[in-house]
């Protein structure tokens, strides 16, 4: 048995110890957020993440699972110690890693030979496991001997115990070969491949990969978007894409873009750190121009079915960046009613999860019990998240409870014909069938997309 200290009680802190728990080790979580400590002892935890409470109530009555705000509770004894702190975005796109770094000058006193491993799941700029390791040696020469790795994680929110327990690969870098053993050792009971890399090789990995997903995404919007003008579902399009073993199935599914708190950020990142080194990011730069723009594009389908959003009541159904997860953090859906506010259109939204993070971000926006109350009395229905229970709505109901019947499906989740066969005029993204106005968010010169907001509203 392992103890294993796990810094950080977010989302990737939390299923890390969890799990790690879960796999027979002993492991002491800390935050600094006392409530939030305080919330887990309780066995409570402060977001959605299917199957979590259940894990950490069940690890904590075993004992295995510990919650401290307490870097020396934390680090002493642990034979390993994970770094899960968030890297926000400074204002230039850069990552700000100063969290971690704060972190590794609280641990450096409290550590003690034999030395403990330092692992760093953040996601952070190429070079900053090193740059931690150096710190911990300005510190104190002694502290040179503390092996650090990167252990960057690619859990999704929504499926992370799964994606935890079930990962298609576990990357481990170090900066020479036998630092990461122990690390490896924990793994080990997973039966998944390891690839053990160096300390910077882990880190891109990590960005190349966010980047790479996030490209394909904006790489079947656009598909999606000439769809649209040329009359083809972009769905046979993505199947048949698909098929192809060299590009695969997987996120080939268009929508109003993507959001959360990894792309966007990871994408903005990657594209600053070439930036700094000269290399001009063109590629990243387009698939962030698609994604803002994307969003947009579903208020222009509301605006041609509508003619005005001014006046109008739009029911929005999803509010979370995507389904099985309350956060609405770079959420499209955020911006979206932002956009139909500004035009002078009434929002009333449901979603089954993110409603009370959302209510205080969007004070004016009425939240409502279910998909049919937001619908009471409404112009339109924008479909921004693809809940399940969206999937089986009753649209025969729901045309009745409309003023007009018209739905805005910014993920495909709904069935057009069922849609036709209710009354209903359904424009989903890259359906074929919906003529489009022409202009859309002009590229200036400098690169940035012009906001659709500025578009003239038809009268
Ligand atoms: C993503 C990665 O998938 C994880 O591997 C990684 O660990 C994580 O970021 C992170 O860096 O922490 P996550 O943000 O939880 O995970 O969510 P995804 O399921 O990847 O979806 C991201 C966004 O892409 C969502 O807004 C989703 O709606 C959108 N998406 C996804 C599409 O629009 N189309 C698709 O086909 C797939």
Request: with cysteine.
């Amino acid at each position: 048995m392992n103890t294993v200290c796990v810094v950080g009680s977010g989302y990737v802190g939390l299923v890390t110890g969890a799990c790690l728990a879960e796999l027979g080790n002993r492991v002491v979580a800390v935050d600094v957020d006392a409530e939030r400590i305080e919330l887990l002892r309780r066995g409570e935890v402060p977001f959605f993440e299917p199957g979590l409470e259940e894990l950490v109530r069940r690890m904590s009555a075993s004992g295995r699972l510990t919650f401290t705000t307490s870097y020396a509770t934390g680090a002493a004894k642990a034979d390993v110690i994970f770094l899960c702190l968030p890297t926000p975005p400074l204002p230039n796109g850069a990552a700000d890693t100063s969290i971690l770094r704060t972190a590794v000058e609280e641990l450096a006193p409290l550590l003690q030979a034999p030395y403990p491993v330092v692992v760093c799941k953040s996601t952070v700029p190429v070079g900053t496991c090193a740059t931690l390791h150096r710190l911990l040696e300005q510190i104190s020469p002694l502290l040179g001997a503390v092996p650090v790795v990167a252990n960057p994680e690619f859990l999704r929110e929504g499926s992370a115990i799964a994606d935890f327990m079930h990962p298609d690969r576990v990357v481990i870098g170090s900066h020479a070969p036998g630092c990461a053993a122990l690390v490896e050792a924990l793994y080990k009971p997973l039966n998944a491949p390891i690839l053990t890399t160096g300390l910077k090789t882990a880190e891109m990995i990590k960005y190349a990969s966010n980047a790479f997903l996030a490209t394909r995404i904006s790489f079947i919007n656009e598909i999606a978007n000439i769809c649209e003008h040329v009359g083809v579902d972009v769905a046979g399009v993505a199947d048949g894409m698909g098929s192809d073993k060299r590009i695969g199935p997987s996120f080939l599914r268009p929508g109003v873009g993507y959001g959360g708190s990894c792309f966007p950020k990871d994408v903005q990142a990657l594209a600053h750190l070439g930036a700094i080194h000269g290399v001009q990011p063109r590629l990243l730069r387009s698939v962030m121009e698609v994604n803002a723009d994307q969003g947009k594009r579903v208020l222009h389908k509301l605006r041609t079915q509508l003619g005005r959003l001014d006046g109008a009541t739009v029911a929005v159904w999803g509010i979370a960046y995507k389904p099985n997860t309350d956060d609405i953090r770079e959420a499209p859906a955020v911006e979206i009613m932002r956009l139909v506010e500004q035009e002078g259109g009434t929002v009333r939204a449901y979603d089954p999860v993110a409603m009370p993070k959302a209510a205080a971000l969007l004070p004016t926006v009425t939240m409502c019990a279910d998909p049919y109350a937001a619908a009471a009395g409404a112009d339109a229905v924008l479909l921004l998240t693809e809940w399940n229970e969206f999937k089986g709505v009753d649209l025969t109901r729901l045309a009745t409870l409309m003023r007009r019947s018209i739905l805005i499906d910014g993920r495909n989740a709904v069935d057009p014909g069922r849609a036709a066969a209710a009354g209903f005029h359904y424009a989903g993204i890259g359906r074929g069938s919906v003529p489009e106005p022409p202009a859309l968010s002009p590229v200036e010169p400098n690169g940035r997309v012009d906001a659709i907001a500025a578009v003239p509203v038809p009268v």
